[in-house]
């Protein structure tokens, strides 16, 4: 069992519509975060949580230290947002990440 | 700031023959990373340095080695290049230890034959 684990695996959704991708995790961590990956691109760093719920914009993060779960989720999702959304976490121990495999979302017009 | 810049962006390679990537930050980063990422699987860490003049052993460093010379430059070495490194290459660069986030570079696309 991956330390990280990542549903959906792949997501495909209408323009317009309400997105949430899961991440639960089996470690003790001191942060989690989310990042984005598009086709052909680098990776960038959406959000660093170790605690509560952050937002940028129509993207919402939300932790459960208790429950070892993570929630990202877009509101109104436009094609602009297809993307791979991966989550990682870092461990306690601080200096490296453990990622999940990803999430691939198509957002369709 | 140019950030993470890798060079270069794409390489296609023999098997046996070698090379090296580069990474290079202009942001005064102390830890640097190397990762490679292969479909179906999520980012995995080859080496990494958490400061000029060391470096560490990451999940799969089995066939790479690294040099961290200077503290901007993280080089990683393929001594003898093997169909199963085909890989896309990213390097990414956070300040210190705590709760900071990776910056990562744009990434390099190696094929062994």
């Known amino acids: 069992k991956n330390e990280v684990e990542q549903s959906p695996q792949n997501l495909t959704a209408q323009e317009g519509e309400f997105i949430t991708i899961n991440c639960s995790y089996s470690?003790?961590?001191?942060?989690l975060h989310w990042l984005q990956q598009h086709p052909g691109g680098g990776i960038v760093s959406l959000f660093m949580?170790?605690?509560g719920k952050k937002k940028h914009g129509r993207l919402i993060a939300t932790i459960n230290i208790q429950e070892k779960h993570s929630s990202l989720h877009i509101t109104a999702s436009h094609p602009r947002d297809s993307a791979v959304y991966i989550c990682?976490?870092?461990?306690?121990?601080?200096?490296?990440?453990?990622f999940g495999e990803g999430t691939q979302l198509t957002v369709n017009p | 700031n140019a950030g993470v810049t890798q060079t270069p962006k794409f390489r296609v390679l023999k098997t046996g023959q070698s090379m090296t990537l580069l990474c290079a930050q202009d942001m005064n980063h102390e830890y640097m990373y190397w990762y490679r990422q292969d479909p179906g699987m999520g980012l995995r860490l080859i080496h990494y340095s958490v400061g000029e003049g060391t470096t560490a052993k990451g999940e799969v460093p089995d066939g790479y080695n690294v040099s961290r010379l200077k503290k901007q430059n993280f080089l990683l070495g393929l001594e003898s290049a093997a169909p199963s490194q085909t890989s896309v290459y990213f390097c990414?660069?956070?300040?210190?230890?705590?709760?900071?986030?990776?910056?990562f570079g744009p990434g390099t696309r190696l094929t062994v034959t």
């Open positions: 470690v003790g961590i001191s942060a």
């Open positions: 949580l170790s605690s």
């Open positions: 990414a660069s956070r300040p210190r230890t705590g709760l900071y986030e990776q910056y």
């Open positions: 990682a976490v870092q461990e306690t121990s601080g200096s490296r990440l453990t």
